[in-house]
């Protein structure tokens, strides 16, 4: 078979002016706020980026990742900086860590304070030991100047947001909880700036899938997946980091959601008769991509591969048909639920009324996971509970990442899933509200089964959506591109 390890796509250039905009469209939200509370339109927004980290005790550096916030706002790539905004005028302070002559030695050239104003179009860059003076200096009122530090919950993690320090910070007002909304609220919806990043994270991504795809065969390991996966994105994409770690699971391992830690290295041999399913995404200039494809790894379905995974197709394209403007998340996911019941149900698997299995919350037996999440400079984008009612305790609904109703400018993931998980087959088999839904000896033949996850990452517009993600799901595609055939194939294909 002729080898595929070639792209055509190049690294774009990410101007600058993106994180303009996303600093504009902070300064208006918030004075917009102030204004409506009757507070004073002065004071600085104010972030401290993140710090490099050693590995435990050692002197080894992990590989830096700017602070998700922080890039946001700055685009800043390096470690140390802080960054300021202020109220009253608009101008961007940078504050750049003061480096030592030794690093001219080991890390390369120093660069200057100019270097760094052109470079991420700032008012003005200063040293970080200059935080306090500045500001005092900047400050056009009476009384200490008063800053806004980011502190609050992300829904996602359940971790706090650690709001700046720096020495001399006590002598200033600080306030901790009008920022983190408002700024969270501004990463919600994307510009056409950021939308063209995602876009690039999406289309280096799916190529790289399509070509695990072509180079999978039996006798393979899990972690030589993953690697053609990340060669590929970073050969082609200068694409340095993932997203997230890439879940590479075969055979039963694809019925463990999070498969790929350290626990679970994606490390088994893949045998001949093995769903595949592969989660991975590429991340460029701090924006990401999240993508999962799932397929038999000698290239063709069997009757039941083909079965369980034409349900989870079913409820991905039926979610894509409807979303638009105004939609309900969570109703989404019970129209995913919907469509993988009925198909189970004609497959034969499930028996009995089907509005009678959502009233049970059968679907989370077989989807445990939330539909989708917010994606863009993090895997799960903050904002999901911002809005919206609050998060479902019912299974399967407690999962979802948001509530929220769609907007236009969103970028969500539509991530619908068919598991056969002992831990939750066994009680739901086993309870009298829902036994009687199980054909028994049909789901015995599915236990080892593993797990489908169809996931592409999709664009809320003015009237419906758009899919950015470009892969192979039906049947018929990916076996004839698992086989050599081009992507994508002669035939149009929505």
Known sequence: ??????????????????????????FASLRCLLEESSRPLNGFVFLQGGEEQTRHDTDHTE?????????????????????????????????????????????GEIKSLSFFKEKYMVTMVYYTDEIGKVLHEQHKGSGKPLLYLLHGLNTDSNK???????????NFETDITMLHPVLTECRVTKSDLELAVIQFANDISSEAHIEVMRKTTS???????????????????????????CICATGGNSSVLHYGHAAAPNDRTLEDGDMALLDMGAE?????????????????????????????LQAHDAVIAAMKPGVSWVEMHKLAERFIIESLKKGGILFGDVEEMMFHRLGAVFMPHGLGHLLGIDTHDPGGYLQGPERSKEPGLSSLRTSRNLLEGMVITVEPGCYFIDALLVPAMDSSDTSKFFIH???DRFKGFGGVRIESDVLVTATGCRNMTSVPRRVSDIEAVMAGAPWPLPHPYA
């Not at 590989?63 to 790539?77: K, P």
């Not at 706090?160 to 006590?170: H, N």
């Not at 200039?285 to 989870?312: E, M, R, W």
């Open 219 to 245: 006798g393979m390991k899990e972690y030589q997946l993953e690697s053609i996966f990340l060669h590929h994105t970073y050969m082609y994409g200068g694409c340095r980091h993932c997203s997230y770690t």
């Open 284 to 312: 460029y200039h701090f924006y990401g991509s999240d993508i999962t494809c799932s397929f038999p790894v000698n290239g063709k379905f069997t009757s039941d591969q083909s079965l369980v995974y034409n349900a989870v």
């Open 441 to 443: 000896k049909i789901v």
């Open 160 to 170: 706090f947001a650690k709001p700046a320090d720096f020495q001399g910070i006590e």
């Open 63 to 107: 590989l830096f990742r700017q602070e998700s916030y922080f890039a946001y706002l700055f685009g800043v790539t390096e470690p140390g900086f802080y960054g300021a905004i202020d109220i009253e005028s608009g101008n961007t302070l940078l504050f750049a860590p003061r480096l030592p002559q030794e690093y001219a030695v080991w890390l």
């Open 1 to 26: 078979m002729a080898s595929y390890a070639t792209s055509s796509l190049s690294p774009p250039t990410v101007p600058t002016e993106l994180h303009v905009q996303n600093r504009r469209k902070l």
